[in-house]
């Protein structure tokens, strides 16, 4: 459950930085206004022929955004005040409400409305506004979309980018500038909405990127080196047990040969430096190579150590030979 102590989501930062982009070039405001209307708006049909826009929008930033591109893009004014539902716990949504007449210049710009012979007005049905072929104009509708109806998750959690689609048309939309983006979705249905999300971290800091949040580009960045780095080290930690293992297992038969030496032959009859260092394998079985011959007096390179241990291996191995050809 999430509370207010965990801090505004990552999908919420995502928001604040995107309502504070640059409204941008005029065909790239009414691309993000069709992403809004599809989102979060709504038609209400007031008798014959009268068709009213009003949007709903939870997100305060989004709205007022909203509400100037419609200014600005379209001259129009909507009214803008907000509801409180009780359900949610007194959450807060905004309405943007436009009149009868711009509401009709809003899905005239859109191509949302069609004029028949005797002057009604009446929607279109199967529209698809214009193809989106530029580049600009795709990434300010997706930016639109995730005002409306996007979502992620908090990447130091999981990887995960989410549009719903409450219509068909938005869902179609959706894919369409997905795969002109060349981002590789999938889909589910959710409670009769289609969910078009991306799962990979490197889709989702592309789409931050293309969206224009590339604040919160940068941290997703730095969470997942961050992730990296900690496996990493876990990883590096556990091959490092893994080679101590190995490591004790090759002292244990290191001090095993010097007391077979020991034993069969007498250390005495070792040389002066094979001696020494039998003796000391024997009383530090736990020591690395590099310890051991830090432990030695004058003090040995673990080269050294790791020869005269060899020898003395070698050694070992001959009285085993030799004491099968006894038998
Ligand atoms: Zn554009």
């Known amino acids: 459950m999430k509370t207010k102590a965990d801090g505004p989501s990552f999908a919420s930062q995502v928001r604040e930085e995107l309502v504070r982009q640059p409204l941008g070039k005029s065909c790239c405001q009414l691309s993000e206004i069709d992403a809004l209307t599809q ?3 709504h038609l209400a049909f007031r008798g014959r022929g009268v068709i009213t826009v009003y949007y709903r929008l939870e997100n305060t930033g989004a709205a007022r955004r909203l509400f100037q591109l419609l200014k600005i893009r379209l001259n129009v004014n909507p009214m ?4 409180t539902t ?3 716990g007194g959450h807060r949504t905004w309405v943007l409400m436009l009149d009868e007449k711009d509401s009709r210049i809003l899905l005239a710009a859109l191509h949302m409305i069609e004029t028949g ?3 009604t007005l009446s929607l279109k049905r199967n529209v698809s506004r214009h193809p989106m072929t530029r580049q600009c104009c ?3 509708f997706l930016r639109g979309a995730f005002l409306g109806a996007g979502t992620m998750s908090n990447p130091e959690k999981g990887y995960h980018f989410e549009w719903k689609a409450e219509n068909e048309r938005l869902a179609v939309n959706l894919r369409r500038l997905m795969e002109k983006s060349g981002f590789p979705y999938q889909t589910y249905l959710r409670r009769n909405m289609q969910v ?4 990979e971290a490197d889709q989702i800091i592309s789409l931050l990127a293309l969206m224009g949040a590339s604040g919160s ?6 969470i997942r080196v961050n992730k990296q780095t900690r496996l990493h080290a876990t990883r590096a930690a556990n091959c490092d047990e893994h080679n101590s293992e190995r490591m004790l297992d090759a002292a244990q038969k290191q001090a095993e040969a010097c007391r077979k030496i020991s034993l069969q ?3 005495f009859n070792l040389p002066p430096g094979l001696r020494e260092l039998a003796r000391k394998r024997m009383e530090n079985p736990e020591l690395s190579l590099t310890e051991l011959g830090e432990a030695m007096e004058p003090p040995l390179g673990k080269s050294a150590v790791n020869h005269r241990l060899r020898r003395l291996m070698q050694i070992a191995s001959e009285l085993d030979q030799q004491q099968s050809g006894v038998h």
């Open 217 to 222: 580009l940068l941290k997703m960045e730095n």
């Open 138 to 140: 795709r990434k300010a």
């Open 117 to 119: 012979e005797d002057g």
């Open 86 to 88: 009780k359900q949610l």
């Open 39 to 41: 989102t979060s708006g």
């Open 196 to 199: 078009i999300y991306i799962k």
């Open 80 to 83: 803008l005040h907000y509801t």
């Open 265 to 267: 032959l007498g250390l």
